[in-house]
C-alpha cells in the first residue's frame, strides 16, 4: 500500500504455490505483503537453508532460477501493461487470462 492507500495487487496464488522468492534467495527484506483470503498453510524456509538446500539439489537450483526468470517475464509484461493499456483493457486481459 502507498501513502496514498492505494493498493496494488500482484498475484494471486493458488495452491500449491510459492512466494517472497527473491528475499528467500538474498537474504533481504521482503519487498511485498502477503495476505491470506482464504484458510492457507503456509511454509518457511530460511535464506540459509534454501541456499544449502539448492547447493546439493540441482534440480531445485534449476527449477528456482527458471521461476525467477518466469517471474521476472511477468512483472515486464504488467510493467508494460499498466504503461501502454487503458485501465479498461488491462482488466479485459486479466479476465481473458483467468478464463484461460
Known amino acids: 500500500m502507498n501513502a496514498e492507500g492505494r493498493l496494488h495487487t500482484l498475484s494471486l496464488l493458488r495452491p ?4 517472497n522468492e527473491v528475499a528467500a534467495i538474498d537474504g533481504g527484506v521482503n519487498p511485498f505483503n502477503a ?15 534454501l541456499l544449502k538446500l539448492m547447493a546439493i539439489e540441482p534440480t531445485l537450483m534449476s527449477n ?9 517475464r511477468e512483472y515486464i509484461e504488467r510493467l508494460e501493461d499498466m504503461t501502454f493499456r487503458s485501465i479498461p483493457s488491462r482488466l479485459a486481459k486479466l479476465f481473458l487470462h483467468e478464463t484461460t
Not at 500449491?16 to 512466494?19: G, L
Open 35 to 49: 495476505v491470506a483470503v482464504t484458510n492457507a498453510a503456509v511454509l518457511v524456509i530460511s535464506h540459509e537453508r
Open 64 to 72: 528456482t532460477v527458471q521461476a525467477l526468470a518466469h517471474m521476472n
Open 16 to 19: 500449491i504455490s510459492t512466494f
